[in-house]
């Protein structure tokens, strides 16, 4: 799913980005099967909702409106989903150093699966 041009943005460096990052490496092992994967699913939404409410809360971009929240995430990744097949999918090509962790917080990677 990609965001309209005008909408992308990066979420600049910063402690609380890397201490997202940091979580998320710890959560997502290249060896953990889906089911391991599926168990964490929280874990990943949490880190991204995190880093985007303290950027709103700031006064920064406005990307926190397009996550999910938590009731719509859980729809999102229902078991057997192809959303949860998606975010599966991506997580363990993080995981295993395909995709860089830091495009969970772009837009246009799986921010508006989050």
Same mark, same amino acid.
């Given at each position: ?6 909408? @992308? ?9 890397? %201490?997202?990052?940091? @979580? ?31 950027? &709103? ?10 996550? %999910? ?32 962790? &830091? ?6 990677? &799986?921010? @508006?699966?989050?």
């Amino acid at each position: 799913m990609s965001m309209p041009p005008s909408a @992308s943005a990066t979420v600049a460096a910063g402690p609380k980005l890397e %201490k997202a990052i940091k @979580s998320l490496k710890a959560n997502f092992k290249a060896e953990h099967d889906d089911d391991t994967i599926k168990g964490n699913l929280g874990v990943a939404w949490l880190n991204v909702y995190d880093v985007y409410t303290d950027i &709103s809360t700031a006064g920064g971009t406005n990307q926190k409106e397009r996550l %999910k929240e938590s009731s719509d995430f859980k729809k999102y990744v229902k078991s057997g989903s192809e959303g949860e097949r998606k975010l599966i999918t991506l997580l363990r090509s993080m995981a295993e150093q395909q995709v860089p962790w &830091s495009e969970l917080f772009e837009n246009g990677t &799986s921010l @508006s699966s989050l």
